[in-house]
């Protein structure tokens, strides 16, 4: 059975940074990958920072240059890093992955960043 377990979300000062992490069960995000994806409210879910199984790395623009996603292989566990937080990064964050086509979601940790 799969489980994403995200975690590390709370209430951070804007131009501070924060640290999310998403412990992963059932399955290896050095095989199969991991995304982070944020969701605020009335908005649609988007990307974050995705990681391959080889350990490439993407951002999108709207958060390049701010965000950091990283993995532990041991603890099978994918970080994901942002500095210079905005009142706009508030949203829940949730990692995701997939095998064989399927995509495995986590529960979600808010964040939410005020001035």
């Known amino acids: 059975q799969v489980q994403l377990v995200e975690s590390g979300g709370g209430l951070f000062q804007a131009g501070g940074s924060l640290r999310l992490s998403c412990a992963a069960s059932?399955?290896?995000?050095?095989?199969?990958?991991m995304n982070w994806y944020r969701q605020a409210p009335g908005k649609q879910r988007e990307l974050v920072a995705a990681i391959t199984g080889g350990g490439t790395t993407n951002y999108p623009d709207s958060v390049k240059g701010r965000v950091t996603i990283t993995g532990d292989n041991a603890a099978n566990t994918v970080y994901l890093q942002m500095h210079s937080l905005k009142p706009e990064d508030t949203a829940v964050y949730y990692c995701q992955t997939s095998r064989d086509w399927r995509p495995f979601w986590g529960q979600g940790t808010q964040v939410t960043v005020s001035l």
């Open positions: 059932g399955i290896l995000f050095s095989i199969n990958g």
